[in-house]
Every structure is written in structure tokens, then in C-alpha cells.
Nanobody, 126 residues
Framework: VQLQASGGGLVQAGGSLRLSCAAS????????MAWFRQVPGKEREFVAA????????YYVDSVKGRFIISRDNVKKTAYLQMNSLKPEDTAAYYC????????????????????WGQGTQVTVSS
């Protein structure tokens, strides 16, 4: 499974961006999917996760009410709509997937995901 993340960029505080993560390869479904972020010198941080069905979503407290994770299983793509962006949201954002997770409990740790996309940089200016 290959994951291709896109949609990062430079935006002013209060602005919006939408990240996309497209899965490809020999898989019927991309299973559970998630977004993490990382700044230099810090560990990768959980941002949001969604179950394979889309019925269950989890968010880190700092983005609740501002970010929305969604997916399109026909396109095997997950999205992260980021609104009301703050300078502290600045980071490299990574998407992750576990095609074998067919539960409604998507993992919220890096250990829960087998496949990772390349990072896409999000920079929020004040």
C-alpha cells in the first residue's frame, strides 16, 4: 500500500487548508486511517483518525471543533479539513493507514498503523 499526501502550504492564522491522502496498491480498502503531525525535535503527534466505515472519528483535544477528518472509500482517500488554523498547527502532516483494521476503533498511536505517507508541510503565519 502506498499513501500519497498532498494539500499542505502556507496560510495565515484563521485560514483553512484541506489535506488529502490517497491510497493505492493491492488493497480493497485502506482500513483505518489517520493524520499525525510532527515538528522538528518533537515526537510525532496524533491529530485525527477515522474508522474504515467512517462511522467513528477521534481528534486530539487541540483540534476539536476546528479540524474534520473524512474519507471517500471509492477513491481510497482520506481528507483533513483544517479550519481556524493557528501558528501552533505548523508542522509536517503525515497520513497513515492500516488496511487490516476493519473495526470501528481506529488507533490513535503511531504503533497502530502499518503504512505511512510522506509528510506535507503546513505553515501557519501569525
Amino acid at each position: 500500500v502506498q499513501l500519497q499526501a498532498s494539500g499542505g502550504g502556507l496560510v495565515q492564522a484563521g485560514g483553512s487548508l484541506r489535506l488529502s491522502c490517497a491510497a493505492s496498491g493491492r488493497t480493497y480498502s485502506s482500513g483505518a486511517m489517520a493524520w499525525f503531525r510532527q515538528v522538528p525535535g518533537k515526537e510525532r503527534e496524533f491529530v485525527a483518525a477515522i474508522s474504515w466505515s467512517g462511522d467513528t472519528t477521534y481528534y486530539v483535544d487541540s483540534v476539536k471543533g476546528r479540524f474534520i477528518i473524512s474519507r471517500d472509500n471509492v477513491k481510497k482517500t482520506a481528507y483533513l479539513q483544517m479550519n481556524s488554523l493557528k501558528p501552533e498547527d505548523t508542522a509536517a502532516y503525515y497520513c497513515a493507514a492500516d488496511p487490516q483494521n476493519w473495526t470501528n476503533v481506529p488507533p490513535t498511536t503511531t504503533a497502530g498503523y502499518r503504512y505511512w505517507g510522506q509528510g506535507t508541510q503546513v505553515t501557519v503565519s501569525s
